[in-house]
């Protein structure tokens, strides 16, 4: 079956009739939308309204601004060298009005319509089993929403009922309260919703363990920050190992292989994107009726559009030139001669918008190392995950390539021909290669070798995970129909670690990072010398090797790149700490502690007039 919207066709149909979600913005003074109080005085009309909350996650998750914004400024990843939002990356010039027009709006226009569903849906005709599904829909999403807006900019407005009459007044709550709603609200829903998708929530919509995975991760973050309980991180841990424990009953669990996360198919099959392992999805169609898709329209940016597949991709069809070299004084990777690469479909459109931290470190502590091979992904024969993660070969996709021996640039003293689908166009090792970027020690190579020595803003490893290879050849640019996966399954395990940890019992975080890691160690072929059994004992940790920056840079080998990495360090209470140590020069320079929370958009301070003023956070 299709999955659209997380529900069916002709629910889907009649709200995008209607009108997309959203009741009047807050704070506006005139109303923004066609959605009133009549409108969800019917079955129709209630569940129009969850059918518009989810459909605005999808201008949200998978969008340009708000995938920057989730891995910017991090240890984990730098700017590729066309990125368009830097301040996120470097803090320098974070503004006010940074979060302008962005995902705050869309946010709270979605609790606004919840607070409708939640206050029309108690009265509505509606069969009691119904109602009750309906109503806890609501109270997942808007528990979703204020977790969003309160990890990020802290104390925000908690509006719980629909509000019909345009206001210019406007406050913010503690995020005590906030987060108190969000338990109750996540608690209410896991009481009624199903534990497996029903009609007409289909796909990967909200289910029991989808309430349950947030309110578990809600009690961890309130632990960690200042609004904090007795109790928090072990009412964590009890809840995420409640949900490992009767994962069977909730069809969930692990693939036995990392690289099955990820496996694509078509869109109108049954792919592992809503397999067994993934929680919560946003989800995509080329169909025009679901969504802002033009066919053949290449679109490069807007809401709605799933553009992950091409963020994290250097310009492979313009920077390949078979006789680039390394530049004697710089040492930088010049690029020189005929490109042997064509961008298609399997490789992708490039970006060159968030690459892998894989520069080396010249001062502090870590002088010499880099984030991405020497700390997160150090371990590369027994974990499988760098190899599943990163394309680092692309095979020769053009034609008619053909080098002499004096071509400039041309080290290699030969001349040949390249085969397409048959030679190596770009080898990006994780180790160095003697001779490189033209020789494989004394061997010649036809294309180029790419090693992390050479590795800059516009040359480094590619995230593949989020590839869409059964797109239309003749329509290679266009956005990707593949879910956003949200939320995984592995995520309940390190989350539950991590619950363990702070709880001082070392013991069980070690053995829920342990069952993540013995599944990375697995693989359909070893090399000479290793079987599954060696790669899993060597992945085993013991409980003395818990910390907290292990726990991070497990993080980093299972989720990399899939839009949690700020929001880590930020509940961990780690921004700081891990931007001194591994990211210094690009993050480094200019963040301050008040950069653990994001600026209030300045749109929303200047429409409050009335009253108190709107306050921003400290240091904008």
């Known amino acids: 079956m299709k999955r659209v919207n997380h529900i069916n066709r002709f629910l889907l149909i009649f709200f995008m009739v209607i009108g997309t979600a959203g009741c ?57 060298a066309s990125n368009s939002t830097a301040p996120f990356y470097t803090y320098n010039n974070l503004t006010t009005g940074a979060m302008n027009n962005g995902w705050w709006n869309i946010a709270y226009q979605d609790i606004n319509t919840l607070n409708g569903v939640l206050e029309y849906g108690q009265t509505v005709e509606l069969p009691e089993a119904t109602r009750l599904s309906y109503l806890a829909q609501a109270k997942f999403l808007r528990a979703f929403w204020y977790y969003h807006l309160v990890i990020t900019f802290g104390d925000v407005p908690l509006h719980t009922t629909f509000i019909t009459v345009p206001s210019s007044a406007d406050s913010r709550a503690p995020i005590g309260e906030v987060y108190a709603q969000i338990i109750k609200d996540l608690t209410e829903a896991a009481a009624d919703l199903p534990n497996t998708p029903t009609a007409p929530f289909l796909g990967k919509a909200a289910t029991k363990p989808t309430a349950l995975y947030l309110l578990g991760k809600t009690y961890l973050t309130r632990g960690w920050s200042s609004a904090g309980q007795a109790g928090d991180f072990t009412q964590a841990y009890t809840v995420l190992n409640d949900l490992i424990n009767n994962r069977a009953q909730y069809n969930l669990d692990l693939w036995p292989d990392y690289a099955d996360v990820f496996k694509p198919g078509p869109f109108s099959v049954n792919t592992n994107d809503y397999g067994r392992e993934t929680l ?5 169609s080329s169909d025009q009726r679901y969504g802002q898709y033009t066919l053949g329209g290449g679109a490069s940016g807007g809401n709605a559009q799933n553009l992950t597949p091409w963020f994290n991709r250097w310009n492979y069809p313009s920077n390949s030139g078979i006789n680039s070299y390394k530049d ?15 961008r298609d479909v399997a490789n992708g459109r490039p970006y060159i918008r968030i690459r892998p931290n894989s520069t080396n470190l010249t001062t502090g502590p870590n002088t010499g190392k880099n984030y991405f091979y020497s700390q997160a992904f150090s371990e590369r024969v027994y974990d499988s995950r760098y190899d599943k993660t990163f394309q680092t070969v692309w095979i020769v996709n053009t034609a008619n390539i053909s080098n002499t021996a004096g071509a ?9 021909s390249m085969t397409v689908g048959s030679d190596t166009a770009i080898w990006m090792p994780d180790h160095e290669i003697t001779g490189a970027p033209q020789f494989d020690g004394s061997r010649a190579f036809k294309g180029i070798i790419i090693p992390p020595s050479l590795h800059s803003n516009s040359y480094f490893p590619v995230l593949k995970k989020f590839d869409d290879p059964f797109r239309a050849a003749s329509n290679f640019n266009d956005p990707s129909t593949r879910p956003v996966v949200i939320w995984r399954f592995s995520d309940v395990y390190l989350l539950a670690a991590e619950a363990a940890f702070k709880a001082g019992d070392n013991v069980n975080a070690a053995a829920m990072i342990n069952v993540v890691r013995k599944r990375a160690a697995f693989r359909t072929s070893y090399p000479a010398g290793i079987t599954q059994a060696i790669a899993e004992a060597a992945m085993v940790i013991s409980p003395g090797d818990v910390t907290l920056d292990f726990i991070l840079d ?3 080998r ?38 653990v929370l994001r600026p209030i958009p300045q749109d929303q301070i200047d429409r409050v007039t009335e009253g108190p003023v709107f306050p921003q956070n400290p240091g904008y």
């Open 558 to 595: 299972e989720f990399y790149g899939e839009w949690l990495r700020w929001w880590d360090l930020v509940r961990t209470n780690s921004l700081l700490t891990r931007v001194a140590a591994w990211n210094p020069v690009e993050a480094g320079t200019n963040i301050k502690p008040f950069h």
């Open 554 to 556: 497990e993080r980093t």
């Open 408 to 416: 400039a640039n041309n080290s290699r003293g030969i001349g040949y």
């Open 24 to 80: 009047s913005k807050i704070l506006q003074e005139k109303p923004q939308s066609g959605i009133v109080p009549s409108f969800f005085n019917s079955p129709a009309g209630v569940l129009g309204g969850i059918a518009g909350v989810y459909n605005d996650l999808r201008s949200v998750w998978g969008t340009e601004g708000f995938s920057l914004q989730s891995v910017g400024g991090t240890d984990e990843t730098l700017m590729g």
């Open 280 to 284: 919560f999805v946003s989800d995509h």
């Open 328 to 342: 004697a004084n710089t040492g930088a990777l010049v690029n020189s001669g005929a490109t042997s690469m064509t």
